[in-house]
């Protein structure tokens, strides 16, 4: 069994910053693949970032290249995402997702075995 527990959500400016982590825990996840969807009202869920717990190569959609950053921390089992110069349009529910190695770098939430509950982030204009 496999727990993700998204925080750090919430409401800011545009041009500001928020700090996402996803807490794991239950059986191990280091040959695993963490990534972050999210979705907003209306729309799919969109992939935003991944890494790699086994080498820790990162991916990214194209939309959010040089404004967020993802990384890990394997001794606390935690996966962060980094929000800087935050736009309207990344106003969505957050998701952390574990998909298995061999999906390192997809893009589909399918490949995605395990989920939190998500978590809202909201920029205003």
């Known amino acids: 069994q496999v727990q993700l527990v998204e925080s750090g959500g919430g409401l800011v400016q545009a041009g500001g910053s928020l700090r996402l982590s996803c807490a794991t825990s239950g059986r191990s996840l280091s040959s695993y693949t963490m990534g972050w969807f999210r979705q907003a009202p209306g729309e799919e869920r969109e992939f935003v970032a991944a890494i790699s717990w086994t080498d820790g190569r990162t991916y990214y959609t194209d939309s959010v290249k040089g404004r967020f950053t993802i990384s890990s921390d394997n001794a606390k089992k935690t996966v962060l995402l980094q929000m800087n110069s935050l736009k309207p349009e990344d106003t969505a529910v957050y998701y952390c997702?574990?998909?298995?190695?061999?999906?390192?770098?997809?893009?589909?939430?399918?490949?995605?075995?395990?989920w939190g509950q998500g978590t809202q982030v909201t920029v205003s204009s």
């Open positions: 997702a574990a998909a298995p190695d061999y999906y390192s770098g997809s893009y589909y939430h399918g490949h995605y075995e395990f």
